[in-house]
């Protein structure tokens, strides 16, 4: 009888089972055969595997059965009544069994045909884990018939057992350990060849110490009848290597260690297997998981190896499709390249250490990326795209947040995807190393998730995204104002999206002799521009704050266009001037308040100011949103701006009741025209 490895929660009961019977000595007489053996094997009444078909499936149950006619007496080398299987799947013992009532014809039959764990135990692969209890005693060497467990013969199942309680199974390449209550933990790790000697260390509390090796299944596939790794299955972020204590009852404390330091392997999900029949067992209370303090190298950069200069895929995963080293990097020898990507959500990523994702922090996260065809052209990508599927969208940076809601086998895990973190900012060229940038804030959900995946996505299938140089750090961005990247010298649109239809890009030079300032491009709407979130966090209710802002106005040729300051939108729409806003979303619903003009005559052919101001109120405070824009400016026609603040009016001038009193500020802000007239 074979319990195959494709099988599982299978039980054999109330069975004779004969190996060399007398019937069957008669018919191999009388045919003569060359053997009786199954092609030269051992005849085995039981086979066992060691593993299941599922990391959920439960295990084998023998119960109430005879053997007889099985041993070395029949003629096959070997032969056994009950025999495990040499084959492995990663090297560990989870097809776990329980046998009751086992008996043999012959009461002298040695241990060596009753059990036979040979094959399995000389597989190099095997992790010597073994763990099958025996209910009634039947198989216990001692033949007192005292209930326990059949073990594998490794110093890290024996380490707990008391002096004198285990004996051997003469033959069987086992031990039998009288009483006892053994049970599995299993924890899950991140999949990095960093960690390829990592052990997680034991510690019962009365200072006995072992250790338990990691395993992992290496998926091979068949290329050209070469069986070979399965990069993408291999490496996809669903995989996971597993370490899993096999432990009596008692209170324990597990480290992961690398060469004698404790480390902690980004992220590691516990997971019970079932309860055995015996008891008492482990359980939550005896077991204490060591989470070292995370250093300053662990959070300065939480993502590892972002430069691919190792030269592997160390720490690095995919979401799809597959991931390979690419030649040349960023200004580097080596970048990390997503291959075969079927879907937008594909991409190259890895995990983060979660010891670093306190509730509150915030990171900066910034990389390197290109666009190439499967045949290493480049691809351009508009970075004012924002629907998914477009087929020229740019990249984004997801977290993929998993959450564990219990720590057994079968309970509810809750997957949930934050994004976009960081966005590939403008300007884009294809033949070039493009940037992505962003900033988050650290939530609860995050904060306290078992594992979070970064990654980069959202380029259409068929093309591979091409990152290095990527860095997540701590930082913190000031309430000196609300809003940042305001005067574009770092060269690119970070932090600044679009509102409506329209596209933004970088235009040269700006303000006052400087470098760089933002634009729109094909406007489609009259409250369509460019828009950035404030920073909520940083408005205080009821405190005012000054606004302005320098712009330049040009048509679609790009030409320089003048507006008057005296019109209102509504009555006119030519020759309006824009107006600066804020929109105040809160689920579906938004409002749209003005806090800004051009202030004072207009200068033909230069840059010109806009000022205001707003005083946020509680519904600002709690809205999802608060973005500056502009509006009110005709459709067709392009908005350019530079040198954007915010700052409260007591920053501004603290020590006045009128704001701009003195007009040192050489304009006519916070000043309007009452009844008619200009200022």
């Not at 970064?454 to 809003?483: E, Q, W, Y």
């Not at 933002?518 to 009259?526: I, M, S, V």
């Not at 000054?546 to 729409?573: A, Q, Y």
Request: aromatic letters at 12%; one cysteine or more; a negative charge.
């Amino acid at each position: 009888i074979e319990v195959d490895k494709q099988a599982d929660d299978v039980r054999v009961s109330n069975a004779l089972v004969i190996g060399y019977s007398p019937l069957y000595q008669i018919e191999v007489e009388a045919g003569n055969r060359k053997t009786h053996c199954p092609a030269y094997r051992p005849l085995v009444g039981i086979q066992l595997h060691s593993f299941l078909r599922y990391r959920d499936s439960d295990g084998y149950i023998l119960d109430n059965i005879t053997f007889s006619d099985y041993g070395e007496a029949i003629g096959c080398t070997n032969s056994s009544a009950i025999e495990m299987d040499p084959q492995v799947r990663d090297g560990h013992f989870d097809a776990f069994a329980t046998f009751s009532n086992i008996t043999f014809a012959n009461p002298d039959t040695p241990m060596k045909e009753k059990f036979n764990m040979c094959f399995l135990a000389e597989n190099p692969l095997f992790i010597h884990d073994l763990a099958i209890q025996d209910l009634t005693g039947d198989l216990n060497p001692n033949g007192n018939n005292e209930p326990g467990w059949i073990i594998s013969d490794s110093q890290m199942m024996t380490a707990f057992q008391p002096d004198g309680n285990c004996y051997p199974m003469e033959g069987s390449c086992s031990l039998y350990c009288e009483g006892g209550c053994y049970r599995t933990m299993n924890y899950a790790v991140n999949v990095a060849s960093e960690y390829d000697d990592m052990v997680l260390e034991v510690t019962r509390d009365d200072g006995t110490v072992t250790e338990f090796p990691g395993y992992f299944e290496w998926k091979t596939k068949i290329v050209q009848n070469v069986e070979v790794l399965d990069d993408y299955e291999n490496y996809v972020y669903q995989r996971r290597k597993y370490y899993s204590p096999i432990v009596p009852n008692g209170s324990y404390t597990m480290r992961f260690k690398l060469n004698g330091a404790v480390v902690w392997p980004e992220f590691v999900e516990e997971t019970w297997e079932d309860p055995p029949s015996c008891g008492p067992y482990v359980s939550d209370g005896n077991i204490t998981l060591v989470t070292p303090t995370s250093t300053g190298d662990n959070c300065d950069n939480v993502i590892r190896h972002g430069d691919a200069e190792q030269g592997t895929r160390n720490l690095w995963m995919h979401s799809g499709g597959g991931l390979q080293v690419v030649e040349p990097g960023y200004n580097s020898a080596y970048a990390f390249s997503s291959v075969l990507r079927k879907g937008t959500w594909q991409g190259p990523g890895q995990f983060l250490d979660t010891r670093c994702l306190v509730e509150g922090n915030q990171y900066e996260i910034s990389m390197r990326v290109k666009l190439l065809d499967n045949d290493g052209n480049p691809q351009h990508c508009d970075v004012n795209r924002e629907d998914i599927n477009a087929y020229d969208v740019c990249p984004r940076v997801s977290l993929r947040v998993r959450q564990l809601a219990g720590n057994r086998i079968g309970d509810p895990v809750d997957v949930s995807y934050a994004y976009p973190l960081a966005l590939t900012v403008g300007p884009y060229n294809k033949d070039e190393w493009n940037f992505i940038y962003g900033v988050f804030t650290v939530t609860q959900s995050i904060a306290t998730a078992d594992a979070v995946f970064l990654f980069v996505d959202r380029a259409r299938p068929g093309v591979n995204i091409v990152i290095d140089d990527a860095k997540m750090v701590p930082t913190v961005h000031s309430c000196a104002m609300p809003v940042y990247n305001t005067d574009f010298e770092v060269g690119d649109a970070r932090f600044w999206s679009k509102l409506g239809t329209a596209k933004t890009d970088i235009y040269s030079p700006g303000y006052g002799g400087s470098a760089y300032a933002l634009r729109t491009t094909e406007r489609k709407e009259f409250w369509s521009s460019m828009s950035q979130a404030l920073n909520s966090d940083c408005l205080v209710e009821g405190t005012t704050y000054d606004v302005s802002v320098f712009i330049l106005l040009l048509d679609e040729n790009d030409i320089m266009i003048d507006c008057d300051p005296s019109l209102s939108w509504g009555s006119s729409t030519d020759n309006v001037c824009p107006t600066m806003s804020l929109r105040v979303t809160t689920g579906t619903e938004y409002v749209d308040i003005d806090v800004g003009s051009v202030t004072g005559t207009w200068t033909s052919g230069d840059w010109n100011a806009m000022h205001g101001s707003f005083t946020p109120t509680q519904e600002m405070l709690v809205a999802d949103s608060v973005r500056l824009f502009f509006r009110k400016f005709k459709e067709g026609k392009n908005i350019v701006i530079d040198d954007v603040s915010i700052v409260s009016v007591e920053a501004s001038d603290p020590n006045q009741l009128m704001n701009n009193g003195d007009f040192s500020a050489g304009d006519t802000r916070h000043f309007n025209a009452d009844r008619g007239g200009e200022t």
